[in-house]
């Protein structure tokens, strides 16, 4: 499944191993509007054809609804209510079992070379560890903003992605701050996939040109901090740096430079470099620059 700008529920496409849910799904068509309702469960993903099993300490739930605002589809509207009940869910503040809610909207459009896409949400719930319960209270606000010169060779975009995720500020108080981004991309900052969007705010530019109609060449550079030095940095796979590494809230910057090759309707190429810019967290945890690059071809059928 993957639901309007793949912030929170994507299908994980570059990973080679799409993310599947087993479950019930309905979809509703109705005078430009879509309604869809589900309730599933993450499949597990075994080598072999044919026996993936379930997530069983996972339920995934929800409704979500998309408006279009506009009769050309450039002006749209994203309502939506996720639920999330999960077993054995690591926070900075421990391990328990997590009963979440997330509230969203997104609105997006284009006009006169103008692209925008903001996204906010707001959760609640509880996460119950062996020590106490606490109650969840956590949100985030993303956003994408950039300008196209169509008229001008190569047709330039210069855009910018402003986010910003809650993070826990007391692991004792009863209540747990952090954003929980549910099934997010992996590659949500870039394709080096070393950090999730948890606990964190970013400023991103980039600049994208087209050579070629079929071609699109993209650089960034993403500046990543802590939103609270007293809660971890997460890794796609959970925390990767505790809170008590590091008293700072820099952890470091990203260069990124993206091109992708539409073959045809079929077939498409994408090769792709990254090179991680330690900050003072990572520093004082021990880590390293990291650089990254990939190529990969995508055959679609």
Not at 53 to 63: A, E, I, L, S, Y
Not at 131 to 152: C, H, K, M, P, R
Request: contains cysteine; proline residues 4%; aromatic residues 14%.
């Amino acid at each position: 499944m993957g639901f309007g700008s793949l912030r929170l529920v994507t299908i994980r496409e570059p990973t080679n191993a799409r993310l599947a849910f087993d479950g019930v799904r309905a979809t509703l068509h109705a005078n430009r509007l879509a309604f869809d309702a589900f309730v599933v469960r993450p499949t597990e993903q075994k080598t072999g054809l044919f026996n993936d099993g379930q997530d069983d300490n996972t339920t995934f739930w929800g409704v979500y609804a998309a408006i279009p605002l506009d009769p050309d589809k450039r002006l749209g509207l994203d309502l939506y209510y996720l639920g999330l009940d999960r077993e054995n869910t690591r926070f900075q503040s421990g391990v328990g079992n997590e009963l979440r809610h997330s509230l969203g909207a997104r609105l997006w459009g284009r006009s006169d070379g103008w692209d925008h896409d903001t996204e906010a949400v707001f959760q609640f719930g509880s996460f119950d560890r062996a020590t106490q319960s606490d109650d969840i209270l956590a949100w985030t606000v993303a956003s994408n903003t950039g300008y196209t010169l169509e008229n001008v060779a190569w047709k330039p975009r210069v855009g910018l992605k402003l986010n910003v995720a809650s993070g826990d500020n007391d692991a004792s108080d009863g209540q747990l701050g952090t954003f929980n981004p549910l099934f997010p991309r992996n590659n949500y900052f870039s394709d080096a996939n070393l950090l999730a969007p948890y606990n964190f705010f970013d400023v991103y530019p980039t600049i994208s040109v087209k050579p070629l109609e079929a071609l699109t060449i993209t650089a960034g550079w993403d500046a990543f901090f802590r939103y609270s030095t007293d809660d971890a940095v997460f890794s796609p796979t959970g925390i990767v740096i505790p809170a008590g590494a590091s008293d700072d809230c820099f952890v470091g910057s990203t260069l990124s430079l993206v091109a992708d090759w539409a073959i045809n309707r079929h077939l498409s190429l994408t090769a792709s470099y990254a090179h991680f810019f330690r900050g003072d967290v990572v520093r004082d945890a021990g880590g390293k620059d990291v650089d990254y690059f990939g190529i990969w071809l995508t055959a679609k059928f």
